[in-house]
DNA sequence: TGTGGGCTATTGGTAGCACCTTTGGCAAGT
DNA sequence: ACTTGCCAAAGGTGCTACCAATAGCCCACA
């Protein structure tokens, strides 16, 4: 994202510490504290805190310095907070939040690209549910993973709503946290196989319906598997 | 959200510029230009590009200047670049893909609130969906809106799971945006009177899957309203 | 025609200043 | 003892000036 090191290391270090609970909400710094600790200038400190401020982590107070803000205050969504929390302890309970979301949206953009995608998105998305078939039948997990989300983020810009789009990231850092995570099993099931060649298929033959049905079998049973809370399907 | 008038200031107006189309992707910018046309500082400038550059609107290179991203870069759901969008010249398109938004996540959120929320956030519920229906019966639409947002909200916030209370913003820009739009009827359809107080006694209940059916009622409604695209409920 | 080297525009980063708001404490009066 | 009001320091806000590094561009030369 930042081309350069500099701010993204602060911004990165500060942004962790922050999200991981290690320094509590309420919390004051100030930008001579900042620029002191990592030995930059009060410049780039205040462009961190500007930063800060901006995904909701911190408020700048005159007189005070800044505020660390609680968790209600924070941009969740964003993909730097995203990353944060996911390295950092409470990476269970993001995960489990991230899946929910997914089960929210996917189907819902599976429907949408069924109507959306262009001929080029279809076929593509038809060539990778057959290669992840080959690939996880031959037990190759990184290159599973890696066709697992292109596969996800194609539907997810296919669908022809750009929020939707926006959250390919976010299921790319939920499928590679969960396999790295070990809770993937060896070899991937054949009921998710399946169900990924017949969300490519519905989304092929047009069919928003068979799309959202079969998107929401794959995310569903991956919510059971990760220990559902509610509502079982 | 930011305490400082310059900032925003010049935040706003470029964030509107770009997000509205007005500055074509690829276009560079310059601090300098920047500086010069809002009569700030260097300082100032690369703190507004900084932000941007958080938002995906610009990527600064040297020797270029920033250049301007295309929407695929954009993070479209952060709230600010969200409200550009929605004062821009884009509205509908972006009332209609948060509707889409809406429709994916608040039935979750719903059957997530009626298992997590509290004692408290169930009888303010229900105490919100009755009120909803005295007031949508006076017709008295500005009163209405502003309990239509606290309620929904309020759901969004107990569901259990922050990613979808972060969206709260959003659901109460697209709810004032419809109203204010004359998207509304000049009172409250009575259907959707009874499904607030269906969700709000689910909630109450701890019935998540009736809390989940009576959420999609009413945002599927919507949807069909707006205009659907797929997908008949 | 192609290629390498230097020029320069523009960001990256630093330092230090003046200003203004806020706040916490102190003092005086009730 | 409690309130009121003033004052001084702390720390963000914004500015200017300066140097370093890098990358696009052009020109000279092969």
């Given at each position: 994202m930042a081309t350069t090191v500099l701010h993204t290391t602060v911004l990165d270090s500060l942004g962790r510490r922050i999200t991981s609970g290690d320094v509590a909400a309420g919390t004051p710094l100030t930008l001579e504290s900042i620029g002191s600790e990592f030995g930059v200038s009060r410049t780039v400190a205040r462009e961190v805190m500007r930063l800060l401020e901006g995904l909701g982590l911190v408020r700048s107070r005159r007189r005070v310095g800044l505020v660390v803000l609680g968790?209600?205050?924070?941009?969740?969504?964003?993909p730097r907070v995203i990353r944060w929390r996911l390295e950092g302890p409470g990476r269970d309970s993001q995960l489990r939040t991230l899946t929910e979301l997914r089960h929210a949206v996917e189907p819902l953009a599976a429907a949408g690209a069924a109507v959306h995608a262009t001929d080029g998105e279809r076929t593509e998305l038809v060539a990778a549910a057959r290669r992840m078939r080959m690939l996880g039948e031959a037990g190759d997990l990184e290159e599973f993973l890696a066709l697992d989300v292109r596969f996800h983020e194609l539907l997810l810009r296919a669908s022809g709503n750009e929020m939707f789009g926006a959250l390919a990231g976010v299921v790319a850092a939920v499928l590679s946290g969960r396999t790295h995570l070990g809770l993937m099993p060896a070899s991937p099931v054949p009921e998710a196989l399946d169900q990924h060649e017949a969300v490519a298929h519905a989304v092929a033959d047009g069919d928003p319906r068979a799309a959202e049905a079969a998107m929401a079998a794959i995310v569903g049973e991956v919510r059971a598997a990760l220990g559902g809370v509610d509502r079982q399907v």
């Open positions: 968790i209600e205050e924070w941009n969740v969504l964003d």
